[in-house]
């Protein structure tokens, strides 16, 4: 296996967003992101090889805000938008991408659970379907479909993509 810093220095990029993704806060992200690193050296003889390491942090990742949620007892629901202004030339252009923004990621936390995750690490992990099934214990197909079936139920109700 790879030296850990090295390790850190190319994923800890990829779990922090996949932790925003869930978490919807920065504080939370960056502490987890810590975490997960902090176990996957003491648990790293349980690495098998059988996925990317990036998978296999990002579960550890799951786990943890899972555990982290019932800790807690309560669901964050708070969406912070990443603003990407390096596009746009005006104020309003600023303005009506945050609000398309903030109006896709309202529609998509009224998606099942699952679907919802699969949105998110598509779409904004940039995951493989591959990828997105390791992660949820599912098979390519299936995040495949669920991510396809979330999309359909998105543009059906609020006419996206038309």
């Given amino acids: 296996m790879q030296d850990i810093e090295e390790i850190y220095k190319q994923h800890s990029n ?6 925003f993704c869930l978490t919807h806060e920065e504080d939370i992200s960056e502490e987890l992101t ?11 003889h349980k690495f098998k090889g059988n996925c990317k390491i990036s998978v296999w942090l990002c579960q550890i990742a799951k786990h943890l805000w ?7 007892k309560k669901k964050i629901d708070k969406i ?17 991408k945050n609000e398309e923004k903030l109006k896709i990621f ?3 936390q009224k998606l099942d659970e ?7 690490l598509r779409t904004i992990g940039n995951l493989s379907f591959i990828e997105i099934g390791e992660v949820l214990g ?3 197909n299936w995040a495949r479909v669920t991510f396809y079936r979330a999309k359909q139920k998105m543009r059906e ?3 996206y993509g038309k």
């Fill in 80 to 96: 912070e938008l990443e603003e990407n202004i390096s596009d746009l030339h005006t104020p309003e252009e600023i303005v009506c």
């Fill in 34 to 44: 810590q975490e997960t690193f902090a176990i996957a050296i003491k648990e790293v």
């Fill in 138 to 140: 599912k098979t390519p």
């Fill in 157 to 159: 109700v609020n006419d």
């Fill in 66 to 72: 899972y555990k982290e949620l019932k800790k807690n």
């Fill in 114 to 120: 699952q679907s919802r995750e699969v949105m998110y």
């Fill in 14 to 19: 990829t779990v922090y967003k996949y932790l």
């Fill in 106 to 108: 309202k529609d998509m």
